[in-house]
Each structure stands twice: as C-alpha cells, then as structure tokens.
C-alpha cells in the first residue's frame, strides 16, 4: 500500500482539513492512504466605508488559482464559506498552510470586496465593502415615447463573478436597477415587449449606472 504523510488525529471541534496534492503513484497501484494536515483558521470582520460592521455578509474562502480567465472566481473551487454575524465579524475553518484568497458580498446592499490574498491562519483581518447604488432608467423608443413592459437587463463583472439582473418598465417607460456598482461598467441590454433573443435586443456597452434616459431600436 502507498502512503501519504500522516496525518494527526483530530479530536472534536478541530478545523476541518483542506487540501493537499500528493503522489504520483505506481500505475498499479491499487490502495492508497492519505491523510490531510489540520486545517486553520482565519478570522476577520466585513466593514463599511465608515468602518462599521456590515451584518449577516457572506464570506468564502478560495484555492488562490481559482481566479478565472477574465479574473472572475470560481466558487466551485472555494475551502470554506461563512455568514458574518451581526457585527460582521466571522471565523472560516479549513485553510490550508498556503495562501488563499478570500471575497465578501451581500446582495443587493453592498459591491462585494475585492480579492483579498489571505494568509492560512490570519487574524483580525478586514474585509471593506462599498455601498452599492440604484439607477432609475426611462426607455423610450425611437420617436421618444416611453415603452411599457420593456426587458432591461444589467450586466455587471464583481470579484465574485458576474452579477446580473432583469427587470420590465413600467407603465411609464420607467424601471430601476439596484445592486450597482458605481464605480464598475456594466452593459445594458434592452428589448421592446415581445421581443426574445438577441435579434431585437440594444445593447449598450460601457455604462455607468446612473438615472437617466436610454432608447431601443
């Protein structure tokens, strides 16, 4: 049989174990025992801009390669999760000895952090958030009149991956998005009532979420 390095025993309430890659192995091999170092912790607490805890945020903790092409995270690849408690205070178990990285978000309240490279067993650390804004849009159509019932969509990158959202206008022509980043472009996508697809949809790149006045095709 093929061994691993050892792994000491963990008694009740330990932090569970995280990840490690070992071998190669012996094709032909056909039993293999593995076994994980402790896990460790990391602490911290989600703030505001003001310094004040934000409640209830959600952490994860990430492998550091889990970033994607486009800088996005994978959240298939996260060690842990945590819900910040009222203070916005929160504790991860299951670091590995190398560095992770960590994200916070609460939707739709709040940006989301930045990535933040994070040290197995760090303490104390914080975790800013910046509050997120609403747009309140009018749609109106090519002759100027505003367009009941209209699609409008928001895409926007965050360092947890893409938010997005889809809402309809109301009687007014009017809808407001919420959950913006205002410091982040997003793209807009519009589509007149009855209209499915990319077909008949505007699209308009670049934007920066503010109220104001946007026209279909």
Avoid at 29 to 48: C, Q, T
């Amino acid at each position: 049989m093929a061994r691993a390095p050892a792994l000491p025993a963990l008694s009740r309430g330990d932090p569970a174990p995280s990840h490690a890659v070992f071998g190669p192995f012996p094709a032909a091999e056909k039993s293999i025992e593995v076994e994980l170092p402790a896990g460790r912790r990391v602490a911290g607490r989600v703030v505001d801009p003001e310094g004040r805890g934000i409640p209830r945020a959600h952490v994860s903790l990430l492998f550091e390669g889990s970033a994607g092409p486009e800088g996005c995270i994978d959240l298939s690849c996260r060690v842990a999760d945590a819900l910040a408690d009222g203070e916005g205070r929160f504790v991860l178990e299951g670091a590995g000895e190398g560095d992770c990285l960590l994200v916070a978000k609460k939707e739709p309240g709040y940006c989301g952090s930045e990535r933040i490279p994070v040290p197995g067993g760090a303490k104390d650390l914080v975790v800013p958030m910046r509050p997120a804004v609403s747009a309140l849009l009018t749609v109106l159509d090519a002759g100027g009149a505003p367009v009941a019932g209209a699609r409008v969509g928001v895409e926007q990158e965050r360092a947890f991956g893409d938010y997005d959202q889809d809402r309809r206008t109301n009687a007014a022509g009017m809808v407001r998005l919420e959950g913006l980043d205002p410091r982040a472009p997003a793209t807009l996508v519009l589509r007149p009532p009855g209209v499915e697809g990319r077909a008949g949809e505007t699209r308009i790149e670049g934007w920066m979420p503010a109220d104001g006045t946007v026209r279909v095709r």
